[in-house]
Nanobody
Framework: QVQLAESGGGLVQAGDSLRLSCVAS???????????MGWFRQAPGKEREFVAG?????????YYHDSVKGRFTISRDNAKNTVYLQIHSLKPEDTAVYYC?????????????????WGQGTQVTVSS
């Protein structure tokens, strides 16, 4: 069992930067580092979409949606049971609820159905 808690969202202006955090509480028997992690977002009236993912253990492999490449960076700190999403040059179209998710796998999937655990989300609102 994994519980995820996101933080770091807020109301920002276009061009600003944000760092989202997701802290995991992992039941005994497993470790945070064994999970691939993903960040998704859901804008009003739209489906939840993959934005970034990171492989398990040392997180040497990262994946990004084409629309965010070059602006979003995913990373993980296994000592803190935390995955981060650094966002630069925010745009109004980045406005959404951002969710982190954990998958019992080595490589993060692009499909949300593959993920086993989800956080409650953190709102990011970008004003123009």
């Amino acid at each position: 069992q994994v519980q995820l808690a996101e933080s770091g969202g807020g109301l920002v202006q276009a061009g600003d930067s944000l760092r989202l955090s997701c802290v995991a509480s992992v039941a005994s028997g497993r470790t945070f580092r064994s999970y691939a992690m993903g960040w998704f977002r859901q804008a009003p009236g739209k489906e939840r979409e993959f934005v970034a993912g990171i492989s398990n253990w040392s997180g040497t492999r990262t994946y990004y949606h084409d629309s965010v490449k070059g602006r979003f960076t995913i990373s993980r700190d296994n000592a803190k049971n935390t995955v981060y999403l650094q966002i630069h040059s925010l745009k109004p179209e980045d406005t959404a609820v951002y969710y982190c998710a954990a998958e019992t796998a080595a490589t993060p999937a692009l499909s949300r159905s593959a993920y086993d655990y989800w956080g409650q989300g953190t709102q990011v609102t970008v004003s123009s």
